[in-house]
């Protein structure tokens, strides 16, 4: 290490309450120490506010009352006293700044305050000193007494006033740790009490590990924010034990509808390999690409259902128009046995990701086609706010009970002719995700009568106008 580097200097963490409680305490135990002394040192600022101003009051009645004792110009020669407050000391002093008259503890001195020409304010003489404390309260009046100006100086010590203030100061230095304390401790067990919710809830969490999502946290029944947040994390937990479940099964599911294609092709190739030279070669090869096929069908369902999963699905939108998607699908849709007839009214348009809604519809149609007897109908209809295609089919139908099933993952109400014909039961699954995705719904509805009734409802399309205003297309 270079001994001439400079070493920077170490960097202490900054300590902070470790709990809420702590941290709640603290700052409400301050808060409220200072709302309390604030609180106080306001009223007694007013207090005393008021006080001055009743002093001031008095000295001002006392000036008034000296002024109407010399009607008629003549003085006593000593002041009487004030009613309000004996200790009152007073002078009446003329124009040229000599004392007309005054009380008994300042006969024979000249003026002890003297108010200047245009102000208000006393001005304390040398006369004052030794006679006059320094804390007084001084009032000035110019008035006419019989024709003659004169200025009426009444002042009243406030010695007394200033020891309350003092003392108000040493007792607050001593009452502020103690209404700390106690402001602390009543602040500590109110949030103690108001946080036991809040605890159970921890405790509660803690024991929920993801083998056990069925438990729930406790609901205080307080109707309060904490309620609201254990209702909140039960909720969560719902979901979170239906995703689980979802996985559990999905991924056992899958894990079978895996092996099968895969034992199909080892069982076809050691078959062949047993016997090289008998084997007839193009055939298991077909049969390979068959369940290769097939397996790689189940790949990109699977792939399109995680997607479903992590809300990925319909991510890019754009205007579709849902006439002409159907009429793709039909003329892609090889040669087949059945009927597929379309019943399409013009401008249904709705938006979303083309791909996926091609896929939607594709699966619908397939399906209904492998169990129609001899047709297929896919009607499309535009209303206020939405579009909605039918899939009808003249086949066995769906029972009521199994209407919301067929929708859930690998489900086969049929199991042997679906696994006969290569399907993996993700197909409506499929198209329900997409929907959902969509902002729309997919149901098996009522047939009235033979046959199956799949009912797809999507929001209908907006455009811009060029006047800026929106319109339904």
């Given amino acids: 290490?270079?001994?001439?580097?400079?070493?920077?200097?170490?960097?202490?963490?900054?300590?902070?309450?470790?709990?809420?409680?702590?941290?709640?305490?603290?700052?409400?135990?301050?808060?409220?120490?200072?709302?309390?002394?604030?609180?106080?040192?306001?009223?007694?600022?007013?207090?005393?506010?008021?006080?001055?101003?009743?002093?001031?009051?008095?000295?001002?009645?006392?000036?008034?009352?000296?002024?109407?004792?010399?009607?008629?110009?003549?003085?006593?020669?000593?002041?009487?006293?004030?009613?309000?407050?004996?200790?009152?000391?007073?002078?009446?002093?003329?124009?040229?700044?000599?004392?007309?008259?005054?009380?008994?503890?300042?006969?024979?001195?000249?003026?002890?305050?003297?108010?200047?020409?245009?102000?208000?304010?006393?001005?304390?003489?040398?006369?004052?000193?030794?006679?006059?404390?320094?804390?007084?309260?001084?009032?000035?009046?110019?008035?006419?007494?019989?024709?003659?100006?004169?200025?009426?100086?009444?002042?009243?010590?406030?010695?007394?006033?200033?020891?309350?203030?003092?003392?108000?100061?040493?007792?607050?230095?001593?009452?502020?740790?103690?209404?700390?304390?106690?402001?602390?401790?009543?602040?500590?067990?109110?949030?103690?009490?108001?946080?036991?919710?809040?605890?159970?809830?921890?405790?509660?969490?803690?024991?929920?590990?993801?083998?056990?999502?069925?438990?729930?946290?406790?609901?205080?029944?307080?109707s309060d924010e904490i309620e609201h947040l254990a209702k909140t994390m039960n909720d969560m937990l719902t979901r979170l034990d239906d995703a689980a479940r979802r996985q559990h099964r999905f991924v056992a599911d899958a894990s079978h509808e895996l092996r099968s294609p895969l034992a199909a092709i080892r069982t076809t190739l050691e078959v062949g390999l047993a016997h090289p030279d008998q084997a007839p070669w193009p055939v298991i090869a077909d049969r390979a690409v068959q369940q290769a096929a097939r397996l790689e069908d189940l790949i990109q369902q699977l792939l399109l259902l995680a997607k479903a999963d992590e809300r990925l699905?319909?991510?890019?939108?754009?205007?579709?128009?849902?006439?002409?998607?159907?009429?793709?699908?039909?003329?892609?849709?090889?040669?087949?046995?059945?009927?597929?007839?379309?019943?399409?009214?013009?401008?249904?348009?709705?938006?979303?990701?083309?791909?996926?809604?091609e896929r939607l519809f594709r699966n619908v149609i397939e399906n209904a086609l492998r169990f129609a007897r001899t047709r297929v109908v896919v009607r499309a209809a535009s209303a206020a706010t939405t579009v909605q295609v039918e899939i009808l089919d003249d086949g066995p139908g769906i029972p009521a009970a199994e209407r919301d099933r067929i929708f859930d993952r690998f489900v086969r109400l049929d199991s042997s002719r679906e696994r006969g014909s290569g399907t993996t039961g993700l197909g409506l699954a499929i198209a329900h995700e997409i929907a959902a995705a969509h902002n729309g719904h997919i149901t098996a509805a009522d047939s009235k009568g033979e046959g199956a009734r799949i009912v797809i409802t999507l929001p209908r399309a907006t455009a811009k106008c060029q006047d800026g205003n929106s319109r339904r297309l």
């Fill in 1 to 222: 290490m270079n001994s001439g580097a400079r070493a920077l200097p170490r960097r202490w963490p900054r300590p902070r309450p470790r709990t809420l409680r702590t941290r709640v305490t603290l700052v409400a135990s301050l808060s409220i120490t200072a709302a309390i002394v604030l609180g106080v040192v306001a009223m007694y600022l007013l207090q005393i506010q008021s006080v001055r101003r009743t002093i001031d009051s008095q000295l001002r009645t006392y000036a008034i009352q000296i002024a109407q004792s010399a009607g008629n110009g003549t003085w006593p020669k000593t002041l009487a006293p004030s009613s309000l407050d004996p200790n009152t000391e007073a002078q009446v002093i003329a124009a040229d700044g000599s004392v007309l008259a005054a009380t008994r503890t300042l006969a024979g001195l000249s003026a002890v305050y003297m108010l200047p020409p245009g102000s208000d304010t006393p001005v304390r003489q040398k006369a004052a000193d030794g006679i006059i404390p320094s804390e007084v309260r001084v009032i000035a009046l110019r008035t006419t007494v019989h024709h003659r100006p004169v200025i009426i100086v009444t002042a009243t010590s406030t010695g007394l006033l200033n020891q309350v203030n003092s003392g108000f100061a040493r007792h607050l230095v001593i009452a502020l740790p103690i209404i700390l304390i106690l402001a602390a401790g009543a602040t500590w067990l109110v949030v103690g009490w108001a946080l036991r919710p809040v605890d159970r809830i921890r405790r509660a969490v803690t024991g929920i590990t993801s083998a056990g999502l069925s438990r729930r946290v406790p609901e205080p029944g307080t």
């Fill in 313 to 357: 699905l319909a991510a890019q939108r754009q205007p579709v128009d849902l006439g002409q998607l159907l009429r793709d699908i039909r003329a892609s849709i090889l040669p087949h046995r059945l009927d597929l007839d379309l019943d399409l009214a013009p401008g249904v348009l709705t938006v979303g990701n083309p791909d996926h809604l």
